[in-house]
């Protein structure tokens, strides 16, 4: 590489749970640079997944996090050309991003729901991703799918 890897800016925790990993969700949330209305989103998600949740002995930070994890991919595919033949291959993906893929994955179907308020959009996504179903988690089953489908190219690996 010809120029030096920029640093990797630090995220400060959020002020509510003091947690840096809401901090990176709520940045994934954010729509242009609007961060206390994203952070009024989340917490009125969390608000509603504590409501709807009572039953379930955990707060509604770790059902999140619990549904976060349900949707996390392991695994990935990337094309890579050999010789003239695109081949999907796959790859395991690295920690960091493996917590951005998930995030953007909960958000976006989030996004394509039906439903009054982001909010309870992205309290039902939650809910759905902490039951094991839903858009994210379907979203997840499918990239698994599609490396093991070509595991055959795993020697391709870069």
């Known amino acids: 590489m010809r120029k030096a890897k920029p640093k990797k800016r630090v995220i400060l925790p959020d002020p509510v ?47 999140w996090k619990a549904a976060l994890d349900k949707v996390t991919p392991q695994v990935e595919v990337k094309s890579r050309r050999i010789g003239g033949a695109t081949f999907q291959v796959p790859t395991e993906i690295r920690p960091d991003r493996k917590e951005s893929v998930s995030m953007k994955n909960m958000i976006g179907y989030a996004r394509k729901r039906g439903g009054k308020t982001m909010a309870d959009k992205l309290a039902a996504e939650i809910m759905d991703a902490y039951n094991e179903q839903g858009g994210a988690f379907k979203r997840k089953e499918d990239m698994h799918r599609m490396a093991e489908a070509n595991r055959a190219f795993a020697h391709f690996r870069f």
């Not at 242009?32 to 955990?58: C, T, W």
């Open 17 to 63: 749970f003091g947690d840096v990993k809401v901090s990176k969700f709520v940045n994934h949330l954010m729509y242009d640079g609007k961060k206390n209305i994203s952070y009024e989103i989340f917490y009125g998600a969390l608000e509603i997944v504590g409501q709807k949740m009572k039953d379930q002995e955990k707060s509604a930070l770790e059902i």
